[in-house]
């Protein structure tokens, strides 16, 4: 599809090029054809009738002829010395113009595919389960119950990865309401989000250098990405251990930086972890934190449409610090 798409746009581009270079062709050939008219028409004066006329005459029609053939053959391999440039380059510009389109199509395409994935995992384990439950005819309340609460735990599941990918839907096509916001106020939402969470595994969310500096942003998304963010250091950190929010201020920009004592992402991982669905520690990282690995994707989503970057720097062992830096209103 994509080569027939490529070949399609290189025809339309190259028909473009035949055109504007026949027109010119033609133009050229007019003006050059009458110039030399008209300086064959300047002539000595002669009597008509003469039979000198009559050679001259007829000198003046093999060199018209002459030239004609030259003018014409030399635009005929200018046109074809242009086509052929035109064609290389129309093929390669038209590489240029869709090589963006097949990225995002493929994108789009791996991304159905591991969402499928992802649901039919629990799906297939739940409809086995309840299958194999349902044929012991003497299947007691204990074990009945033990099945029930199997396939609340696989609907939870299910039901995080389906809000996880309706934010990440909506973080790619909602109209974000940029305004004047202040970082503190933002901070404060996020964290009082996530304090349940902190409170439960005994963590101190601090936040350092509070500030009232303004920013253009849109609130909710922004507040949403800090929450993942929060969430993931709070999921990976060992109980009463810190998470620190600390504000970096310059007159351009706004640094967030979110730092936890967790277990710290391996080099080779942190040029993936804002990849959809990457997990570092594949299974076990999803049986102890029930991740799928899309939050990060979707906190990045959001803080690129809100002008800013994000960037991880960590270390195994000793923790990991997220970097947001976003643009001073
Ligand atoms: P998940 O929902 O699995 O946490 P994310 O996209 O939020 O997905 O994160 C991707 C991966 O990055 C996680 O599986 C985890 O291995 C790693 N990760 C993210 N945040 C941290 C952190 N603060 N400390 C250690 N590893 C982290």
Known sequence: ??????????????????????????????????????????????????????????????????????????????????????????????????????????????????????????????????????????????????????????????????????SLARSENIELSVDSVNIDLIIKDAVNQVAPLASKKSIQLRTLNASKAIINADRVSLVEAIVILLENAIKYSPEKSQVNIKLGITKKIVSIHIMDSGPGIAKSHQAHVFDRFYRVEQSRSK????????????????IERNYGTIRVKSQLNAGTTFTIELPVA
């Not at 000198?52 to 053959?73: A, F, G, M, P, T």
């Not at 093929?91 to 969402?115: N, W």
């Open 1 to 166: 599809m994509f080569r027939s798409a490529v070949l399609k746009l290189t025809g339309l581009y190259l028909t473009i090029i035949v055109i504007i270079s026949l027109f010119f062709s033609l133009a050229v050939y007019q003006v050059s054809m009458q110039e030399f008219r008209r300086g064959l028409r300047r002539g000595p004066n002669i009597s008509r009738g003469s039979p000198i006329l009559r050679q001259i005459q007829e000198d003046r029609q093999i060199q018209y002829e002459l030239v004609r053939s030259s003018v014409v053959s030399r635009l005929l391999i200018s046109n074809i010395i242009i086509l052929s440039i035109g064609g290389l380059l129309s093929y390669y510009l038209a590489l240029r113009t869709l090589k963006p389109i097949e990225e995002a199509h493929a994108a789009q395409h791996r991304f159905t595919a591991d969402a499928s994935h992802e649901l039919r995992t629990p799906i297939a384990a739940m409809q086995t389960e309840t299958e194999v439950t349902l044929m012991n005819p003497k299947l007691t309340l204990t074990e009945a119950k033990s099945q029930l609460s199997s396939n609340l735990e696989e609907l939870s599941k299910l039901s995080y990865l389906t809000e996880r990918l309706l």
């Open 287 to 302: 049986e102890k934190t029930g991740g799928f690995g899309i939050g990060l994707s979707i906190a990045k989503e959001i």
